[in-house]
């Protein structure tokens, strides 16, 4: 049974910076993209970054320059490092595994069950 199992959220002030981990693990055979959402209290779930098994990258506008994510594909690790939080980055972070492989499910997608990111002013 595949998990993904997320670390790293907390309370930081403006300006400072949090690392999120986000490791996958099971019966897995390959992993195509990786990625971070998060969801505001009343918002939508939006897409905060994503990486593909080759290491491309994607950022949404209001994090670019600000975050960066990364993959370990050997340790099925997808990471989120955030430089220069704002209060508006207050939200639960989400962790997505696309078309996870494994030889009994074939391709699925796995969701993370969500870490606390709250920014103070």
């Known amino acids: 049974q595949v998990q993904l199992v997320e670390s790293g959220g907390g309370l930081v002030q403006a300006g400072g910076s949090l690392r999120l981990s986000c490791a996958a693990s099971?019966?897995?055979?390959?992993?195509?993209?990786m990625g971070w959402y998060r969801q505001a209290p009343e918002k939508q779930r939006e897409l905060v970054a994503a990486?593909?098994?080759?290491?491309?990258?994607t950022y949404a506008d209001s994090v670019q320059g600000r975050f960066t994510i990364s993959r370990d594909n050997a340790k099925n690790t997808v990471y989120l490092q955030m430089n220069s939080l704002k209060p508006e980055d207050t939200a639960v972070y989400y962790c997505?595994?696309?078309?996870?492989?494994?030889?009994?499910?074939?391709?699925?997608?796995?969701w993370g069950q969500g870490t606390q990111v709250t920014v103070s002013s």
């Open positions: 997505n595994a696309n078309r996870v492989f494994t030889a009994i499910q074939g391709f699925r997608d796995y």
């Open positions: 990486i593909t098994s080759t290491y491309s990258t």
């Open positions: 099971g019966p897995i055979l390959s992993i195509n993209n």
